[in-house]
Nanobody, 121 residues
Framework: QVQLVESGGGLVQAGGSLRLSCAAS????????MAWFRQVPGKEREFVAA????????YFADSVKGRFTISRDNAKNTVYLQMNSLKPEDTAVYFC??????????????WGQGTQVTVSS
C-alpha cells in the first residue's frame, strides 16, 4: 500500500513557475513509477507526466512538453513536478499517481488527494 500527499499548489501569474511535490509512504518508493495527472471540473483527468521507477524514462503530454519537468528523490520518497512558463489553461487540480505506467487513469493504482494550481492571466 502506498499513500501519496501532494503539496506546492497555489495561485501564480501566467508565465510564472511552481513546483509540486508528492510525498509517498512506504519503503519501496524507489520501485514505483510515478506520474502526474490534472483535472478541471467537468472534464476527465488527463495525463501530464510520468517518470519510470528507474528514472531512465520520462514521458510528457504534448501540452506541457518543454515547460514541465518531472524528477524524483528516492531518499526523500518524493516526486516533483516543476512547472515553468505557466499558462491559464494549466489551471487544474494536480494529482500524483504511483504503481503503474501509461497515460490513462486506470493504468495507475495509487492516487493522492490533489493540489490546486491556478494560473491567472
Amino acid at each position: 500500500q502506498v499513500q501519496l500527499v501532494e503539496s506546492g499548489g497555489g495561485l501564480v501569474q501566467a508565465g510564472g513557475s511552481l513546483r509540486l511535490s508528492c510525498a509517498a509512504s512506504g519503503r519501496t518508493f524507489s520501485s514505483y513509477s510515478m506520474a502526474w495527472f490534472r483535472q478541471v471540473p467537468g472534464k476527465e483527468r488527463e495525463f501530464v507526466a510520468a517518470d519510470s521507477w528507474s528514472g531512465s524514462s520520462t514521458y510528457f503530454a504534448d501540452s506541457v512538453k518543454g515547460r514541465f519537468t518531472i524528477s524524483r528523490d528516492n531518499a526523500k520518497n518524493t516526486v516533483y513536478l516543476q512547472m515553468n512558463s505557466l499558462k491559464p489553461e494549466d489551471t487544474a487540480v494536480y494529482f500524483c499517481a504511483a504503481g503503474g505506467w501509461g497515460t490513462r487513469t486506470y493504468d495507475w493504482t495509487y492516487w493522492g488527494q490533489g493540489t490546486q494550481v491556478t494560473v491567472s492571466s
